[in-house]
């Protein structure tokens, strides 16, 4: 998900976001990001991965906890693959990948939120 100045929110940025594909092809999606992305928290990848990737800032950190669209792909998908071009982007901006499993962090959540209880 992308928040950006008029789109944060939980209801109205996923509103904003129903319609990825759209905005994808016709270049809305850069228009909201004029000035590039700082933070894009990965949970959809396939094109709209794709469609981020070039919009991302130098030194963008990506959060990945998910990636959606390949969930139910039997393997990979058709055409070229685009491992070598993002890790490209990866490589020329410095940017941040960090994979998580937020079950992973489950007992942590666990012991603060019963901290601030006490």
Not at 18 to 47: H, S, T
Not at 76 to 96: C, F, H, Q, W, Y
Request: net charge positive.
């Amino acid at each position: 998900m992308i928040t950006h100045g008029r789109f944060s929110g939980t209801g109205r940025a996923a509103a904003w976001v129903a319609a990825d594909i759209v905005r994808i092809e016709d270049g809305r999606l850069a228009a909201a990001c004029p000035n590039g992305i700082d933070v894009y928290f990965e949970n959809v990848g396939g094109a709209f991965r794709q469609a981020v990737l070039p919009l991302l800032k130098d030194f963008a950190r990506v959060p990945v906890c998910g990636l959606i669209a390949q969930y139910n792909a039997p393997g990979p998908g058709p055409g070229p693959n685009l491992l070598p071009a993002t890790m490209r982007e990866v490589l020329s901006k410095s940017l941040t990948l960090r994979g998580y499993i937020p079950a992973a962090r489950a007992a942590a959540y666990y012991r603060a939120a019963t901290a601030q209880d006490s």
